[in-house]
T-cell receptor, first 112, second 116 residues
Framework: QKEVEQNSGPLSVPEGAIASLNCTYS??????FFWYRQYSGKSPELIMS????GDKEDGRFTAQLNKASQYVSLLIRDSQPSDSATYLC????????????FGKGTRLHILP | ETGVTQTPRHLVMGMTNKKSLKCEQH?????MYWYKQSAKKPLELMFV???????ENNSVPSRFSPECPNSSHLFLHLHTLQPEDSALYLC???????????????FGSGTRLTVV
């Protein structure tokens, strides 16, 4: 059973601080990794994707991947109240028959 | 607007009703998906269509019936649902069939379904 694990939270972070969201996955064949943001009552929105070990930066967001440890994280710098949402980690293998597996999500609350 | 449009946004139906959810994507994607999202559960994949052909049915009860007339449109026909079927139903599309390739999924805004 392929699984993606996330701490459900809520994770409370003061405004302006760095929010760190973590995710582990069970399938060593995983090749593609995604972070989705989902506001309450809305649909998930893709905010970051990463495929190689190391860091990938996009504005205030940094995704970090460590395939040896089967670990992917998302850092949000200078956290804003508008970052308050649930963040879903998603993982996919590159095999044609494989699909994206989602974690349950981590609820992030930025404290003004 | 993500390029994936779902209607209706909200739906309340009785257990004896028949209704349909509609999804349309304007992204030129080749695969479309139906997901169910219930409180405190991960997204549950229901159906996958690749180039209009159903490639996966994730043990979904027969009271849910998908239809994909072309690569841009996807329907979910509902009949004799149960209260536990109340959830957010999300449509998604991806450029590459299965696995989302390197691009992930683009989700529609979802239909909030309440079965009474």
């Amino acid at each position: 059973q392929k699984e993606v694990e996330q701490n459900s939270g809520p994770l409370s972070v003061p405004e302006g601080a760095i929010a760190s969201l973590n995710c582990t996955y069970s399938d060593r064949g995983s090749q593609s990794f995604f972070w989705y943001r989902q506001y309450s009552g809305k649909s998930p929105e893709l905010i970051m994707s990463i495929y190689s070990n190391g860091d990938k930066e996009d504005g205030r967001f940094t995704a970090q991947l460590n395939k040896a440890s089967q670990y992917v994280s998302l850092l949000i710098r200078d956290s804003q109240p508008s970052d308050s949402a649930t963040y879903l980690c998603a993982v996919a293998a590159m095999n044609r028959d494989d699909k994206i597996i989602f974690g349950k999500g981590t609820r992030l609350h930025i404290l003004p | 607007e993500t390029g994936v449009t779902q209607t209706p946004r909200h739906l309340v139906m009785g257990m004896t009703n028949k209704k349909s959810l509609k999804c349309e994507q304007h992204l030129g994607h080749n695969a479309m998906y139906w997901y169910k999202q219930s409180a405190k559960k991960p997204l549950e994949l229901m159906f996958v269509y690749s180039l209009e052909e159903r490639v996966e049915n994730n043990s979904v009860p027969s009271r849910f019936s998908p239809e994909c007339p072309n690569s841009s449109h996807l329907f979910l026909h509902l009949h004799t649902l149960q209260p536990e079927d109340s959830a957010l139903y999300l449509c998604a599309s991806s450029l590459q069939p299965q696995g989302g390739g390197n691009y992930g999924y683009t989700f529609g805004s979802g239909t909030r379904l309440t079965v009474v």
